[in-house]
């Protein structure tokens, strides 16, 4: 069994852990996905990496983008034509009526 490094608060940037990833079905509004696609190109990471990024952040009350990548996202949100922010949140539905 392999040993897992627990994480600790203020861990260095440069230290690494050992985790256990799982595959999961996940549904997001099509644009949005879109955008963190676009945003995980740019960055040059795996869609995973960027969406673990923006939980661990938001998990510790932070904010996970600089400057530039909030610009980055502005520009997406143009390109595919997202128009959502966080006002949408638990607002979103599907035809047919699926929240």
């Known amino acids: 069994m392999a040993a897992r490094k627990k994480a600790k608060a203020g861990s260095s940037a440069g230290e690494k852990y050992l ?3 799982v595959q999961t079905g ?5 644009r949005l996905l879109k955008v963190m696609k ?4 740019y960055h040059e990471i795996s869609l995973g990496d960027l ?7 938001a998990f510790d009350g932070k904010c996970p983008f ?19 922010d966080a006002t949408a949140s638990h607002q979103l539905y599907e035809q047919g009526g699926q929240k």
């Open 19 to 21: 985790v256990q990833r």
């Open 26 to 30: 996940v549904r997001l509004e099509k």
């Open 66 to 84: 600089g400057k530039e990548s909030l610009l980055v996202i502005r520009d997406l949100k143009k390109v595919y034509g997202l128009n959502l």
């Open 38 to 41: 676009g945003l995980a190109e």
């Open 51 to 57: 969406m673990e990024g923006i939980v661990l952040h």
